[in-house]
């Protein structure tokens, strides 16, 4: 179990607040035999006394019951560690509070590795889906990319099946909750019952600057409405790919910033390993700190079309107010994406479209 940063101090100030004779005598009658006191021991049957107090324990010369005050509430109220030095803390006037707010603390990180366990056993079943036969068509629409089996391996792709509830039965088999998966947006409730979110899509695992997955990207291979879908998480902290570009951007010297995780996939394959991608088109402060730290230089590289320019624009504000960056921009050609782009013209061309990168402010 996790340590309390605060018990070791609490417990010993406890201890020093107890009186042994009191604690015990509420229990057991206690008598003076030389300069000890004893009574009868409450942990064994016994006619004549053998339980004997000291200043700090307790010794039982019957049964060899022995301990502290904290076992003894312990044993005697049936409680936890934690417990009992509550109970003794109220008991003898020393303030508990701090145990209840890491107890908080606890609880909350538990909960948080429940949910993180999830997203992983998920992320392994999408994995498994992908090399078994229900994953062909996946296959084939990631060969249509141009992605390696190599770099989808790197990204960690999956694919979910099209069934009603494949994801929901496995994870429940597991002990997962309708409601936690929800939480984490792997199911979604209807009426009364819960169907999985993702159905036949490509899954993408969106992971944080340490490479744990945090949510999904799933891109839909049949005629479905809604052509990208994600889980909740924090679009405005987390660049997709950072946790695999940051080495490169260091050697490099620079960053690159594209809208789309196939963009960074086929920019990755492509030996552009310090590509990162923004998740709808917002680059936030909280983003441009992140790559400060990795880089002096970040080239956005924004598709040719209209909505790109204005992404580019948007970032002005927000770079101007995160010193030491320079934010420069490539304008991609009229209906060219950073993934078509560096398959047309493969990674020479890409590099020599990145010598064309102007700066953003001037
Ligand atoms: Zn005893």
Not at 191 to 211: A, L
Not at 212 to 229: C, D, E, M, S
Not at 231 to 240: A, T
Not at 341 to 355: D, F, T
């Amino acid at each position: 179990m996790t340590q309390f940063s605060s018990t070791p101090q609490l417990k010993d100030q406890i201890l020093r607040a107890v009186q042994m004779e009191q604690l015990v005598g509420e229990e057991v009658t206690l008598q003076k035999r030389g300069n000890r006191l004893t009574g009868l021991c409450p942990f064994h049957d016994e006619k004549s006394p053998s339980f004997y107090i000291f200043d700090d324990h307790y010794h039982c010369f019957g049964c060899g019951a022995h301990g502290d005050a904290i076992s003894y509430v312990q044993a005697q109220q049936g409680l936890g560690f934690i417990d009992a030095l509550k109970w003794l803390g109220r008991r003898f006037g020393v303030d508990v509070t701090a145990l209840d707010r890491s107890e908080k603390k606890i609880g909350e990180w538990r909960r948080r590795t429940q949910l993180a366990k999830l997203i992983v056993d998920a992320h392994d079943f999408f994995r498994a889906k992908l090399a078994s036969a229900q994953g062909e068509e996946a296959r084939a629409y990631l060969r249509e990319r141009g992605l390696s089996v190599e770099v989808c391996e790197r990204f960690g792709v999956g694919y979910a099946p099209d069934h009603a509830r494949e994801l929901y039965q496995f994870l429940s088999a597991r002990g997962a909750s309708a409601a936690d998966l929800s939480e984490v947006s792997l199911v979604q409730q209807y009426r009364d019952s819960y169907f999985d979110f993702y159905r036949h899509r490509v899954m993408i695992p969106i992971r944080d600057i340490q490479g744990r997955i945090v949510a999904f990207g799933g891109r839909a291979l049949g005629g479905q409405t809604v052509k990208y879908k994600n889980s909740r998480f924090e679009k405005g902290e987390i660049l997709f790919g950072m946790d695999q570009a940051r080495k490169q951007m260091r050697t490099a010297g620079f960053a690159l910033v594209v809208e789309g995780y196939f963009d960074v996939i086929a920019m990755h394959q492509a030996g552009f390993s310090q590509t990162v991608a923004v998740q709808g088109t917002a680059l936030t402060r909280s983003h441009l700190r992140s790559l400060a730290s990795a880089t002096p230089r970040v080239v956005l590289l924004f598709d040719g079309d209209k909505a790109g320019a204005a992404a580019a624009l948007k970032v002005v504000e927000a770079s101007l107010e995160v010193g030491g960056l320079q934010v420069q921009v490539v304008r991609l050609p009229e209906g060219e994406d950073p993934d078509s782009y560096v398959r047309k013209y493969g990674p020479q061309g890409m590099s020599q479209l990145l010598e064309h990168a102007v700066d953003l402010v001037e």
